[in-house]
């Protein structure tokens, strides 16, 4: 066991934790954020991808002592109102079925567009290949991404002016 | 999370309904007694929600809540069955609140959600529940304004009356609730429905996309301990020993025991299939501390021999013996062969096939393969339970509750009305939560470690465990004689452990000799509804199969189609043929005009189309392949359905266009394969899904329109995508495929 003080959603949260513990089940099982889910555990599914200094990793595979101050966002934290630009697509295109998998594959596209702001469809595919949907809502979220991207850029552009 | 409190004594409803009479519609009892409605508003809360039915409840401040009887796994169920209560009711769709019902089969119905069924059964009983719930509120404002009921209208939650008076539902809401509940409503006319067949959303959306905790594996409970199942690494064994000196001191693991899921000689229920029943149980506090102990259990395994089980089911009690032999893919698809070339039992016969065949010019002979398949839900299986000597709270994702409750009501020696069921959302079910041996298995361990448990099977455990789709064959011939007249159609089809084969379905009824056959092949290995079940294997057999048949006779594979469902309709051959021949055409035609089929302008693609009929309606595809990085890749579907009503039009595509991508994926990938009784694909790294840039850039889907109640979407649209995958492949690579998964072929590997 260690201690560990972890930035998560913005707050610091501390915890004594086996160090192999990966993030996935500190989140779920150590501080009662069940948003983000278990799927496969080994990093195929995508089901358990968190944002890491905003980049969307599978938190399956990492460990709490990998963590260190990199600042770790999960789909409870992506926007304080439910109200990023890629949850109110994902609402605007009425994506999910069962819905398991939608907090992963929101998170990836979240930070896909945090890179890119007007991915291509095959950039889209690319980013978004490692997450799995049993109930094939693929093009939905497609459809979501494309419609996030343009409310990204139209707001980045009006910042810019 | 669904943790409602319910306000009322669960046995005072199944007096009502007694009271009320027999049969499905008064299964649903409405809470009509005065008493009930007393009991209700002798708590005088302001805030206290008034239930005018099992469905209903509203707020005095207008808030109405709509109580959803059904599991939702994804259909969607929770946003369309409340609409149809709404419709009736009048209610302003804005200040619909949803929630997931308790498990109550007395006051709520059938409460299962399976066989494409959901709004079929509940289509008439939710819109008498809105009916009458409206009804009570006319008359409540008839009475409080002393104005014949007759004059009160309603419209989007408000009451009005000519003298310009008008309340908004919620203000007459506890009157109405001690008024009689009127029987017999006259339900609206579809031109006149403002709710149904416009698009609503996901009632649940938001809090998807937020990560509130909605499914099984989120509940949590104040000392709640984690529990994971080491099962036998293969079908056909079992626990020799264990030891777990080791593991047992391991940080956070509590306890290491073995546990016998059903006691010797138990009556098993049609779903309660189970693959093993001597479970060796880990308990500890966390996920992970239990994920770890567990890899340090050392256990010795040994075949388990035949085994004979007792099941129960609607033809009465038998014995079954379950073969301990340790399978392998290879070998048994020699068994399949073997068996295939011997008499078979017939399922049905028309004319003379013998004679047809004899004297035919032609005859056209296919065998059709295909593997088990894991249902591979996203939310892998799992349960919590809460089980003391006095009652039981088990709360998960569960398909049929009903069917589950007198099982664990026997296991745990607790009468039905000290269970208390709770549905959470379902990570996807696909059939495989139909049987509940994990919410059995659940409340089977919080029993022994006397403390609420969660008990959760990892990837691994949930791939490898069984509840399969069956692996199937079957082989169809097809007579023509020297016209190119199809004169006779002979299908034999078999399976492990089950056969596939709709002897009743299309080409039955169109072809004037007709012969289908089945045989079966016991296992150890189990099996369990899995989408559309046995229809998803013959769709695609069937359907790649008359592809080939109309080529033979020069026909375009959609008029061969019609002009034998035109014979089917003009003179049908035989009797029970369940497809009605004009919504089976109507299918077909929409799918050929909106796909542009032999029209000009889609000389890219190659074309392969399917329909199929299922689980009460119908669906026809168009599936456009091209090639890409030099692979076959669908870029295009078009998708008809003929449905009946489509209660929530957007939900409704979005559940085509699953359906499809499913489909694909299953044709091309979706494998499960063993050696020596072990499955040799345990997780997605060897158990290949569809993803992203394998799904089509495009999938339209069109619905036949019409007036008549509206069946299922969950199933239908998923068969006949096999059969149109498997035909424009044909195209494509100018060679016909007939053993799924079609990729392992098109690689070479095989």
Redesign the interface.
Known sequence: MAKYSLKINGKIRQLDVDPATPMLWVLRDHLDMPGTKYGCGIAQCGACKVHLNGVAVPSCQLPVSAVGNQAVTTIEGLSAKGDHPVQKAWLEHDVAQCGYCQAGQIMTAAALLKENSKPTDADIDAAMSGNICRCGTYLRIKEAIKSAAKEVSTSSSSTRK | MNTTKTTYDRRSFLKSSLLAGGGMMLSVSWLSSAKAADKLQALNLPEQWVQLNGYIQITPDNVIKLICPNPE????VMTSLPMMVAEELDADWKNVVVEMGPHDNARLGPQFTGGSNSVRMYWKPLREAGAAARQMLCEAAAQTWSVPVGEVTTKAGVLHHASGKSAKYGEMASKAATLVVPKGMKLKAPKDFTIVRH?K??V???K????????G??Y?ADGML?AMIQHPPGFGMKLKSFDASQMIKM?GIKDVFTLKLYPDGFEQGGFDTRTFNELLVVVGK????V??ARKKLKVQWEPMGDVKDTMTGRSGKREVTVPGELETTSAQLDKMQEYASKAAQQLRKDGDPETAFKNAAQVIERTYNAPFLAH?????MNFFAHVTDEKAVVAGPLQAPGWAEPTLSKLLNLPADKIEIQMT??????GRRAYSQYMYEAALISKKVKAPVKLMY??EDDMTYGIYRPMYTATYRAALDANKNLIGFHVKGGGIPEHAIHANRFPAGAVDNYLAESWEIPSNITIGAFRAPRSNFNAAAEQSFLDEVAEAMGKDPIEFRLDLLKKAKASPVGKNNEYDADRYASVLTLVRDKSGWNKPGNEKYHRGVAAYFCHNSYAAHVVDIVTRDGEPYVERVFSAMDCGIVVNP??AR??V??????GI?NAFYGALTHKNGAAEQS???NYR?????E?????EVHFVENDLDPTGLGEPPFPPVFGAVANALYKNKGKRYYNQPFKPELDKRI
């Open positions: 796994f994804g259909q969607n698009s959303k996901n649940e959306g938001h998807i996309v937020t990560g509130k905790p909605l499914f594996l989120d949590r984690i940080p966390t996920t992970w501390e994920m770890n591979n839900c996203m939310e892998p959302r379902m990570g996807g079910g696909f990892t990837r957007d939900a979005n559940m266009q699953g359906a499809v991508v499913d994926g997780n997605f790294h899904m569809i993803r992203h840039n799904a089509p850039k495009k999938i």
